[in-house]
């Protein structure tokens, strides 16, 4: 079954304690993001990855780093969490197609991160 | 001025209802317009997509850009209890690659 997966889906953490939200996806696809999603702002990017190797920041990158060593896993990164990142996160995947076949986007369960 | 405007609801309506959802946006490099509906506690599937103006059907659901005044729907006809979703509107430019999410429409359907 063609999915992404990621864990946890559901984390309580304290404000300055380092931790690693994994993502994994079995579809071959180059593209990877990490996105956040906040009542009223919607999804947000905060990375992307183009391939194995190459990263770039999204929309709202501060406070995160993320690494493609493989092609099938993203991990997103809070070296030093705060409240501000509490959030429903989201992992997604989409094949390198053309502009006319469309971009589809598919997405990780969610992960719940609540940062006191 | 925000790049994509969707109300975020809620939206409530009765069963059987035609339900029309809509977003309108800024960027006229958008080419490719899509829909997103996302359950409680889910990830965001792709529900429809459309490339440049014009409708799309399926099945209930109908999508329709008008790239003149910038602004999307999408319709759901005969409205189910599990049509209750977030719909999100979606956009990608001519470079094909970043997707701008709106965000998103909570719809109700009542039986």
């Known amino acids: 079954e063609a999915q992404v997966t990621q864990n946890p889906r559901y984390l309580i953490t304290v404000t300055g304690k380092k931790l690693t939200v994994t993502c994994s996806q079995n579809?071959?696809?180059?593209?990877m993001s990490w996105y956040r999603q906040d009542p009223g702002l919607g999804l947000r990017q905060i990375y992307y990855?183009?391939?194995?190797?190459?990263?770039d920041k999204g929309d709202v990158p501060e406070g995160y780093k993320v690494s493609r060593k493989e092609k099938r896993n993203f991990p997103l990164i809070l070296e030093s969490p705060s409240p501000n990142q509490t959030s429903l996160y989201f992992c997604?995947?989409?094949?390198?197609?053309?502009?006319?076949?469309?971009?589809?986007?598919?997405f990780g369960e969610g992960s719940w991160l609540t940062v006191v | 001025q925000k790049e994509v405007e969707q109300d975020p609801g809620p939206l409530s309506v009765p069963e059987g209802a035609i339900v029309s959802l809509n977003c309108t946006y800024s960027?006229?490099?958008?080419?490719?317009f899509m829909w997103y509906r996302q359950y409680s506690r889910k990830g965001p599937e792709l529900l429809m997509y459309?490339?440049?103006?014009g409708n799309k059907e399926d099945g209930r659901f109908t999508a329709q850009v008008d790239k003149s005044s910038k602004y999307i729907s999408l319709f759901i006809r005969d409205s189910q209890p599990s049509d209750s979703a977030t719909y999100l509107c979606?956009?990608?430019?001519?470079?094909?690659?970043?997707?701008?999410f709106g965000a998103g429409t909570r719809l109700f359907v009542k039986a």
């Open positions: 459309t490339y440049s103006s």
């Open positions: 990855s183009m391939n194995v190797e190459v990263t």
């Open positions: 579809m071959n696809h180059e593209y």
């Open positions: 997604a995947s989409s094949p390198r197609t053309g502009l006319r076949s469309g971009n589809t986007i598919y």
């Open positions: 960027n006229s490099a958008f080419q490719y």
């Open positions: 979606a956009f990608l430019n001519t470079g094909g690659f970043k997707t701008i």
